[in-house]
């Protein structure tokens, strides 16, 4: 590839070249990874924490939260744990001997990559000639089906006296015993061929097996903690314990009636218990304000506006513009709800209603008269003019007297169309009530001369 784009002075190149060994598998397969290759893990939490977070929730509501997605996880890990111990998967591989000891020992989730290098074992063949060292350990060649220069060398220590994982018995060239600590199917083969029918306990990884919990557990001391993170610690360790006894207990109805009558006994022996305790202490205070408990009370951050103006309480705000009326020019009020204006109303009204009844016949303005558009004169119009009717009437009677002495005129009476036959030509009849034309059955006139 550096020869086909020509990058062999490329700086980068060069420099991720000198840095391989940071993060190439190949330089670090010998380092325990449990098998994972990326940050896997780590975005499985964080996508699990979206599902129940958010940028709107308070700080009371993610505490609580968190508690529950807690919950959820300690809950999984129960059920997991009931499940590799009281449930048995079939045998699926023809290394039976070994696989039964697997059952036994490791989890569900890590049995499922021991079965499977189980069957990629038949596809492993095993060369002659074994090498024996100085040591007593004994060399082995293996290769894949198919594929015969793809070798791998598996270092076989017999007589080795070791229980620990980090010093096994088998060594093989492909590492994934040192990478996910599970043995590989290489060294199945070689425990194939020397008759071994059991896993050696270097090559069981402790943390892989089913009682890695227990081996696991880390004494806190108790004096050290505060009182309230080893009260969320024991009531986490309660509820898990709950969880499985309910668990057990459902699945039965004797179970379920006894853990009904043991459960309300043990609830009031243990609020008796409470009440004595609280008796013994002062009464519990209720919640000050954060001015007098700064630093003791945790309390909800103040939200802050990102955008725009900061919004001001109305207490502290100062006020706006006062409202000047535009009749008076007062302040508080506008000129609709002037009284100045409202009481001067007022008076002129009464005003108005006192010159009324002192004037018995007030002084009405008479509107200008009438004047005829037809004949000039004043005190009526066109439409009621007397001289324009009589002339009007004249004209008519002149109109009527003229046409009793005249003839009416004559009108031109449109002539009639001729109709001629369409058989013989002449006019005054059609071709249906022709007498000339030729009847069915009847010689013509031209046929008899």
């Not at 505060?226 to 207990?249: D, H, I, K, M, Q």
């Not at 506006?305 to 109305?314: A, I, P, Q, V, Y």
């Not at 001067?344 to 007030?362: I, Q, V």
């Amino acid at each position: 590839m550096l020869d086909e784009f020509d990058l062999h002075d490329n700086i980068w190149i060069q420099n991720m070249y000198e840095k391989r060994d940071k993060f190439c598998q190949a330089f670090f397969g010998d380092i325990f990874m449990a098998g994972m290759r990326s940050t896997q893990r780590c975005e499985g939490m964080n996508k699990d924490c979206k599902k129940v977070l958010g940028k709107g929730k308070t700080l009371v509501e993610v505490v609580s939260l968190i508690y529950r997605f807690l919950m959820k996880l300690r809950n999984n890990q129960e059920r997991d744990e009931f499940m590799n111990m009281n449930s048995f998967p079939c045998v699926k591989t023809h290394l039976k001997d070994l696989e039964k000891q697997a059952f036994s020992v490791f989890t569900h989730d890590v049995l499922k990559w021991i079965v499977k290098e189980k069957k990629r074992e038949s596809f492993v063949t095993l060369k002659q000639g074994v090498e024996s060292l100085e040591d007593g350990s004994h060399v082995y060649k293996v290769s894949t089906y198919k594929r015969p220069d793809f070798e791998h060398t598996v270092v076989y220590f017999p007589k080795k006296e070791t229980d620990s994982a980090s010093d096994p018995i088998m060594v093989c060239s492909c590492r994934m015993f040192e990478f996910r600590g599970v043995p590989c199917r290489h060294m199945f083969s070689v425990m194939k061929n020397k008759q071994v029918v059991e896993l050696h306990k270097s090559l069981i990884v402790k943390r892989w097996s089913k009682d890695a919990r227990s081996l696991c557990d880390i004494p806190y001391p108790v004096q050290s903690m505060p009182r309230e993170a080893l009260e969320v610690s024991r009531y986490g360790a309660l509820t898990a314990e709950c969880n499985r006894l309910c668990f057990f207990a459902s699945n039965t109805d004797a179970g379920y009636n006894l853990l009904q009558k043991e459960i309300s006994r043990l609830s009031a022996i243990v609020e008796g218990l409470a009440n004595e305790k609280e008796k013994e202490k002062e009464k519990v205070q209720a919640l000050t304000t954060p001015s007098s408990s700064k630093g003791s009370v945790v309390r909800d951050p103040i939200p802050v506006r990102t955008k725009g103006r900061e919004k001001l309480d109305k207490k502290t705000e100062p006020l706006r513009r006062p409202i000047t009326c535009g009749y008076c020019q007062g302040t508080g009020h506008n000129s609709q709800n002037c009284e100045v204006r409202k009481e001067k109303e007022r008076a002129d009204k009464s005003n108005e209603n006192d010159e009324r009844n002192t004037n018995a016949h007030p002084s009405v303005s008479t509107p200008a008269k009438r004047s005829c558009g037809y004949c000039k004169q004043s005190g009526h119009y066109t439409q009621t003019c007397d001289v324009r009717k009589k002339k009007e009437n004249a004209e008519k009677t002149e109109e009527n007297v003229a046409g009793r002495n005249t003839d009416p005129p004559s009108v031109a009476t449109p002539a009639k169309r001729t109709i001629h036959c369409g058989e013989c030509g002449e006019a005054g009849h059609t071709y249906r009530k022709c007498q000339n034309k030729n009847r069915k059955g009847m010689p013509s006139d031209t046929s008899e001369e």
